[in-house]
């Protein structure tokens, strides 16, 4: 038995509930999950989807030196639009890493062992979408390498960070948030990373993963260590699931700007932010599964507990749209009620209506069990969620902005060519990590498919 495998008498597998598909034993888990980082040849989809992505991140790289050798005035922002789309991908870009978080924190805690077969990759995306959104803050202050700044680092100058500003609040939200879940994301490799040194084929391998894996001898001793470590780590990053976004929903409810001063904005942007994360995890699932033939570990039951997960998120963020719209008219507040009537039949309306479309209306569909079932409709439904839910934060900075409470402030904003360009370069760093990632580490938790197996083989005896 490999040192990382646990012992069929682990005290956590009799309390198990089998998830994957039957049929599997130990040595089949493992050769599966690790076949596809130690033995598997590169294939030319895998290719030419890394190349496409590489590609993509070399234009976010021209763009941001562009952006530093010319500074913001590249980007379509002006006054009064001082926002524009660096805060909208920052907000997204941070709601799509916190499906990563719930899975592996809350619904551990919560003993929910469907997770298992996504909880990995999810953590990964949520490391990868961190990174996009830090990305950000830095650029859209005009003057990145003067970041340090935003650190409350010794200062023989006596210079400390000016903690009522949102940019602070949000550099702390982000840091502690990636820094959380690094770790746990790294402490529920450690097994995986010893059996890799196991079965590595290499020298250069087995040194690699040998010295990832820090010691691990698959012992009494590192298992109990292991578990506490990872408990410790889930109990830290479940309130981060509330905190983080929470944060990020200040920068905007703490400000005077109609649309934006409410307090209903705290729970709206956690639930956007699960709703969001989890479609991006299904977007991500559906390819991976087909590609390395992980159907049996990825299963339909994984799809459609994602399914009803977006649809409970995705009907909270419906009665947030509801609700804005009741409290601009109870409030009785005339700038509220003047932003409500602008979004739909101001100029940006047709970007509120595709919203609606795409937030509201189309996930309706998952109340049929035949569409939560249906591979590319779940796949073609991630995608446009995703897409709303960009919408809805552009809809919230822009909308907002435009039409502030003087019409001699008024604006319009319109994106240039840079601003897409550094969009579309983060969705290609997000893939080429995830490109990465999938052929050096195993996207699936090896040790925990394990212990699936080992219940499963005990409960058929």
């Not at 006596?158 to 770790?183: C, E, M, N």
């Amino acid at each position: 038995m490999s040192a990382a495998q646990p012992p069929v008498n682990h005290p956590e597998i009799r309390r198990l509930v089998p998830v994957l598909a039957p049929g599997h034993t130990y040595e089949s888990v493992t050769e599966k999950i690790s076949g596809v980082v130690l033995t598997r040849p590169l294939g030319l989809g895998w290719l030419a989807g890394f190349a496409l992505a590489f590609s993509l991140l070399m234009m976010l790289t021209v763009a941001v030196a562009w952006l530093i050798a010319k500074g913001v005035g590249i980007w379509g922002i002006n006054i009064p639009i001082g926002w524009g789309f660096a805060i909208v991908n920052f907000v997204w870009w941070i709601g799509i890493g916190h499906a990563g978080t719930l899975i592996s924190a809350i619904l551990f805690l919560l003993n929910q062992k469907w997770r298992t077969s996504i909880n990995r990759f999810a953590e990964a995306m949520t490391l990868f979408a961190v990174a996009c959104a830090g990305l950000f803050p830095l650029i859209h202050t005009g003057r990145p390498w003067m970041a340090y700044y935003m650190f409350p680092y010794p200062s023989t100058m006596g210079i400390w960070p000016q903690f009522r500003s949102p940019l602070i609040w949000d550099v702390f939200a982000v840091s502690t948030y990636g820094t959380v879940s690094l770790l746990f994301w790294f402490v529920g490799l450690i097994p995986d990373l010893a059996t890799l040194r196991d079965r590595a084929p290499h020298q250069w391998q087995r040194m690699i993963f040998g010295a990832l894996a820090m010691g691990w001898r698959g012992s009494a001793r590192h298992w109990h260590r292991y578990q506490s470590a990872y408990m410790l780590l889930a109990g830290l990053a479940t309130p981060l699931v509330l905190s983080v976004h929470t944060v990020v929903s200040f920068d905007f409810s703490v400000a005077i700007v109609p649309g934006w001063h409410t307090t209903i904005f705290p729970p709206y942007f956690v639930a956007g932010a699960i709703y969001s994360g989890f479609a991006m995890v299904l977007t991500i699932a559906i390819p991976l599964r087909a590609a390395y033939g992980l159907q049996d570990f990825i299963t339909m039951r994984h799809l459609e507990n994602m399914a009803k997960v977006m649809l409970a998120t995705g009907l909270i963020v419906a009665y947030g749209y509801f609700f804005e719209w009741f409290l601009a008219g109870y409030s009785g507040n005339k700038f509220d009620m003047f932003l409500v009537q602008q979004r739909f039949h101001g100029p940006y309306s047709p970007y509120y209506f595709a919203l609606i479309l795409c937030n509201i209306l189309t996930p309706q569909l998952l109340w049929i069990q035949k569409v939560r079932r249906n591979i590319p409709a779940l796949f073609v439904m991630s995608l446009i969620i995703n897409t709303g839910m960009w919408l809805e934060r552009f809809v919230i900075v822009v909308i907002s902005l435009t039409r502030d409470f003087m019409p001699s402030a008024w604006g319009r904003y319109s994106a240039t060519v840079w601003d897409y360009a550094t969009f579309v370069g983060t969705l290609g760093l997000f893939t080429t990590l995830l490109f990465l990632f999938a052929r050096a580490l195993p996207a699936i938790a090896m040790a925990e498919m394990r212990e699936l197996v080992a219940h499963q083989t005990e409960e058929h005896e």
